[in-house]
């Protein structure tokens, strides 16, 4: 009976690392496609800075196949994409800490400590620099014509 469940726990814990690699190779794929796209975004740019743009073309991939379009609008296109793609990261990233979370556990480990940090929205952001500013002492001015 010990040999089944020493079995299930070494099946569970290579689940769960299986899990996560797969999950890190994904957002590995999905960083070099927006990778790709912001070096298209900004050769699209570059050319606009010696040729008018709305008059070029590019060419651009989709799928297995290659498309001629105008520039404007491959570079609408592009910046929808990567606006999609920092999503994909970003929720992937996010299941991500889960699933370490959940090989930890499996493992016998505490949880990873500061892996749960999230960014500081907007306004969270403008309260801390209020504070700071609030914080610092103000400079002292004086007239030279006092002394």
Request: proline share 1%; charged share 35%.
């Amino acid at each position: 009976m010990a040999n089944n469940e020493v079995i299930k726990l070494l099946q569970d814990l290579e689940n769960a690392g299986e899990k996560v690699l797969s999950i890190r190779q994904e957002i590995i794929d999905l960083d070099r496609r927006r990778n790709s796209n912001r070096e298209a975004i900004r050769s699209i740019k570059n050319m606009s800075k010696t040729k008018d743009i709305s008059t070029e073309k590019a060419w651009i991939a989709i799928g297995n196949t290659f498309i001629q379009i105008p520039a404007k609008n491959a570079e609408k296109r592009l910046e929808q994409d990567q606006k999609e793609l920092d999503v994909a990261i970003n929720k992937l990233r996010s299941r991500l800490k889960d699933r370490v979370n959940d090989l930890r556990d499996i493992e016998g480990k505490e949880e990873l400590k500061g892996f749960g940090l999230k960014a500081l929205d907007k306004d969270e952001l403008d309260m801390v620099h209020q504070t700071i500013q609030s914080n610092i002492p103000q400079k002292k001015m004086y007239d030279a014509n006092q002394f």
